[in-house]
């Protein structure tokens, strides 16, 4: 009985921890632009900096805004994702 209780509780740990770890699909909750009227009455969170050699640079720039509280990336332009996060009241953009 030892046994299946020892088993028991390891598949429980594992359920638990995948459980934890689960995320939703939805859509991506911060949005990227390179127009600064798409701030405008917007707050300046902070810059956004990634490296070029990332391999998902384009996830590192929106994790980066998400951390600060933004949801929205002004990029410098379409070839960086390095940029400025920003709160936006009605992020539509």
């Known amino acids: 009985m030892k046994v299946l209780h020892a088993g028991s509780a390891a598949v429980a740990l ?16 911060v949005k990227t632009t390179t127009a600064l009227d ?3 009455g917007c707050s300046l969170l902070g810059k956004v900096i990634v490296s070029d050699t990332d391999p998902d ?3 590192a720039a929106r994790d980066q805004t998400a951390a600060l509280g ?4 002004l990029r410098k332009n379409e070839s960086v994702w390095n940029g400025n996060a920003y709160h936006c009241p009605a992020a539509a953009h």
Do not use: F, I, R
């Open 14 to 29: 594992t359920l638990g921890a995948a459980c934890a770890t689960h995320t939703t699909a939805g859509p991506d909750p």
């Open 70 to 73: 933004g949801n929205v990336l």
């Open 38 to 40: 798409d701030v405008a």
């Open 57 to 59: 640079a384009a996830k």
